[in-house]
């Protein structure tokens, strides 16, 4: 099941969302870390603090161990009642720190000596008692003393055993907590920054839609709806771009429908005028005397120039209502060739331009109509251009997988300003000096519109000696070529 993500309501929210989300895993580790040094910290403290107190609690109850004797010993020769506080104060102070230690996380050997210790001064202390601290008693236990002071001293020797445990157990702690920490941050900190990454990868997700929808309408491409994913503020300016994806296609409709009753409404009163041009011309009303035959042949050149754009019209608008349509047959280029050059002899003569030709030979399969209107439109572009006595190269040659055709004039080239739009509907670029009437800007992209139709190209390259070169390149497979 495929998971889809929910973008929040706005990209302020989702960049926010997206910080956030990329610092949680950041900040995690810092927080284990002083959580791990404070343990730590705390550990070591508590180490410290027990080892001092087991150090100084054993030296105590050595002293007061010592401080009993001396005292029990003067209490029984004197008799002296201080002397015997002395004791009661030694033993209390024994037992208060006995207590103390045994608190202490001792070694169950080690919890055994000061266990015993502490029965054998208690039992010390009742026998004195019950004997009433008499010198016989007292030097019958004199021993005791002696025996009790060197389980204090061995246990001195634990003590620092101790401490030397709880040290390295601390120091073991301490590195296993600077290897989880370390660790972590290997881990969560390349965690965070592949999610800081994927924060502007999803922003540029909708970035690149929306970049992908204004390239459609760019290419005019405009029957597909605009759907866009990403916040809301992403949703509505999809919104906006499939209205004026709408306004877009009542448009195109509106100039279809203009085209359309334009060149119906020129249709008719063009022909009339061609046939009374023809008539004037060819002397059928009578001779015309050399200034009004002038005339007349201005007026029948210049409504073969108004034939030639209104078909123009004719040929963009049925490229509007089938775009991709051909009909595919197989034929010799050169009869194509040879209806072109017949149609535009007049032109070609009135500025003695010469064309050579090659290629004639090959056959092809493709649409022969569309191929002709190709290489007409390319070849008025290269007649317009082109300077009067000048030369325009026809050549067709094949590849192992393409035919190709270049019509290439002496002109000065088209502007670089002007190549990316020159196959555009309706763009003209600088027209030539010597041309008394622009063009409608359709030739060359009803000459795009009919290679694509064929899953050709047309492209203008750059040939030494020569100015505009327009390249027609038409695929040999599926029928096309053969």
């Known amino acids: 099941m495929k998971v889809r993500f929910h973008y929040p309501q706005s990209f302020l929210k989702f960049t926010l969302l997206g910080f956030v989300v990329a610092a949680i895993p950041i900040l995690a580790g810092l927080f284990y870390s002083v959580l791990s040094l404070d343990r730590l910290a705390r550990d070591s403290q508590r180490v410290v603090y027990q080892g001092a107190q087991a150090v100084n609690g054993v030296r105590d109850l050595s002293e007061s161990l010592v401080a009993m004797e001396r005292g029990v010993r003067q209490f029984a020769i004197l008799g002296d009642q201080e002397l015997r506080g002395v004791y009661d104060q030694a033993h209390g102070r024994f037992t208060e720190t006995g207590a103390g230690l045994a608190g202490l996380a001792w070694a169950p050997a080690q919890r055994q000596l000061l266990a015993d210790l502490l029965e054998g001064e208690a039992a010390l202390h009742g026998a004195l008692v019950k004997g009433d601290f008499s010198e016989r008693v007292v030097r019958r236990k004199t021993r005791e003393f002696t025996r009790l002071v060197g389980m204090a001293r061995q246990l001195a020797q634990h003590s620092h055993q101790l401490v030397d445990r709880e040290i390295a157990g601390l120091r073991e702690r301490a590195e296993q907590t600077r290897t989880r920490v370390n660790w972590m941050l290997l881990g969560l900190v390349p965690l965070g920054m592949l999610l800081a990454l994927g924060v502007p990868l999803l922003i540029a997700k909708p970035v690149r839609q929306i970049d992908a929808a204004i390239r459609t309408l760019r290419e005019g491409d405009l029957t597909r709806p605009i759907v866009l994913e990403g916040p809301s503020d992403v949703r509505y300016l999809a919104q906006r771009l499939d209205w004026l994806r709408q306004g877009l296609l009542d448009a195109e409709a509106d100039k279809t429908r203009f085209l359309r009753h334009l060149s119906h409404e020129l249709k008719t009163p063009l022909a009339a005028l061609r046939e009374s041009a023809d008539l004037l011309f060819d002397g059928t009303l009578g001779d015309l005397s050399p200034p009004q035959e002038e005339v007349v042949s201005i007026l029948r050149q210049n409504s073969l120039r108004l034939q030639k754009l209104i078909e123009d019209l004719l040929a963009y608008r049925s490229l509007l209502a089938a775009p991709g349509s051909v009909q595919v047959r197989e034929f010799r280029l050169g009869e194509v060739l040879e209806r072109v050059l017949e149609d535009q002899r007049a ?53 192992d997988a393409e035919v190709v055709l270049e019509v290439a004039d002496q002109g000065p080239g088209v502007d670089p300003a002007d190549r990316p739009r020159v196959f555009d509907s309706f763009y003209q670029g600088r027209p030539p000096d010597a041309a008394p009437v622009r063009g409608t800007g359709l030739g060359l992209a009803i000459a795009r519109e009919h290679a694509l139709a064929h899953g050709g190209r047309i492209e203008i390259v750059d040939v030494h000696g020569e100015g505009a070169c327009f390249r027609v390149t038409l695929p040999k497979g599926q029928g096309i070529g053969k």
Do not use: C, M, Q, Y
């Not at 009135?350 to 439109?377: C, F, M, Q, T, Y």
């Not at 007649?383 to 009067?388: H, T």
């Open 347 to 399: 032109a070609l003569l009135a500025r003695s331009l010469v064309v050579s030709r090659s290629g004639d030979d090959l056959h092809l399969w493709a649409d022969p109509e569309k191929l002709r209107v190709i290489v007409d439109n390319l070849l008025s572009n290269a007649i317009k251009f082109s300077p009067p006595a000048g030369r325009i190269r026809l050549e067709a040659r094949e590849t």
